[in-house]
């Protein structure tokens, strides 16, 4: 049992305390029962104001959860690590479906916790690419979209479905929501396929440079890369370039490095692998968590600082530390406090919640 001597505010968004409630001796929110789970009592809350009746993990994905949050994480963690969902339920002796509603429940929240994190990006390079993954049935194409800021290595959107211009739409706008409205222009590098120049133009105009990475292979082998600039000239690239710390040519490897990453991460992306994608849905869920799992909880290897491994959040100054998965479901508790969020746009995003009203006076 938590040491629970200090009551959490009413977390409920409707409840409006009366003075008289919280004006007297007695806090707004008191003890009201235990909650017998089978790792003990846990303390239950009842706000008199609204009546309402909460424990501490009210709003998060450990809320009416039969196991232990340390075993929530864990499963969660094994599936981000590549580990196949039936090794996964055997080593935490859970049911396969028990596991798939976790990873649905612990998806949902992260890609909640994306939106509102990942804000305010400054970006000089950005790079698009598509993975291909498969579903279910052999001919089942699934691809899987992801555009990377290239200098901290933060993976800003996702969109899973189809090759097509409405994919190249989605993850272009989504990119662009991400980032901060910066005056230079943003470098997007991506592969000739044939939406992305028009779909560039048409969602961030002026404020970029296209540039597009063919390669031409034969025989498994790369014989040739072209390298062509699509929007823009020739005296911006390089002033771009120069800013970059990472690229001295246009080049998509940093992203294609991100699809190496997301192959080894889940099992239905791995090659040759007899788990499958059951749809884009599933694999979309799949892909939020991971999405989230990369940028704040896996230190990266090439954000090596001495002793020091950074996550990509903490190298675009988004959050201060490397965070748990605990962190970020745990953030979600109406009166959490979140001091490691850096960002000042972030911080808003999680709007008052910094700030803890005393219940106790
Ligand atoms: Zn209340």
Not at 75 to 99: D, F, P
Not at 180 to 187: P, S
Not at 232 to 254: A, M, Y
């Amino acid at each position: 049992m938590h040491p629970t001597s200090t009551p959490p505010p009413c977390p409920f968004p409707d409840c409006r305390p009366t003075p008289s409630a919280g004006s007297s001796r007695r806090p707004t929110v008191i003890r009201h029962s235990l909650l017998r789970t089978q790792r003990g009592p846990r303390q239950r809350w009842r706000c008199r104001a609204c009546g309402g009746t909460f424990t501490a993990n009210h709003g998060t994905p450990y809320h009416r959860l039969r196991s232990s949050p340390a075993r929530f994480d864990r499963a969660v963690n094994m599936i981000v690590e590549g580990m196949c969902q039936a090794a996964a339920a055997r080593t935490e002796g859970i049911s396969v479906s028990t596991l798939r509603r976790w990873t649905e429940r612990a998806a949902q929240f992260a890609r909640e916790f994306h939106d509102r994190t990942i804000r305010n990006v400054e970006p000089i390079e950005i790079q698009i690419d598509e993975l291909r993954g498969h579903g279910r049935k052999k001919d089942d194409r699934l691809f899987v979209f992801a555009s990377l800021v290239v200098s901290p290595r933060l993976w800003i959107a996702n969109t899973v479905g189809r090759r097509t211009r409405r994919s190249c739409r989605l993850i272009l706008r989504e990119t662009r929501n991400r980032c901060a409205a910066v005056g230079r222009r943003a470098l997007i590098v991506t592969d000739p396929f044939k939406f992305y120049a028009p779909e560039v133009r048409k969602t961030w105009g002026r404020t970029s440079l296209h540039a597009e990475s063919g390669k031409i292979i034969r025989r498994n082998r790369i014989v040739r890369v072209n390298n062509e600039l699509v929007w823009g000239t020739e005296e911006q690239l390089e002033e771009v370039l120069e800013r970059c710390e990472d690229s001295k040519q246009v080049n998509t490897s940093f992203v294609e490095r991100l699809n190496l990453t997301m192959r080894r991460s889940l099992a239905c992306l791995h090659r040759r692998t007899s788990s499958a994608a059951r749809d884009a849905q599933t694999l979309g869920q799949k892909i939020d968590l991971l999405q989230c799992y990369y940028n704040f909880v896996r230190p990266h290897g090439s954000l090596k600082f001495g002793r020091e491994v950074r996550t990509p959040a903490q190298q675009a100054g988004l959050v201060s530390r490397r965070l748990r998965l605990r962190d970020i479901f745990m953030a979600f508790r109406p009166w959490a406090r979140v001091p490691w969020i850096v960002d000042e746009g972030v911080r808003k995003a999680w709007g008052a919640r910094d700030v803890c009203p005393d219940n106790n006076t």
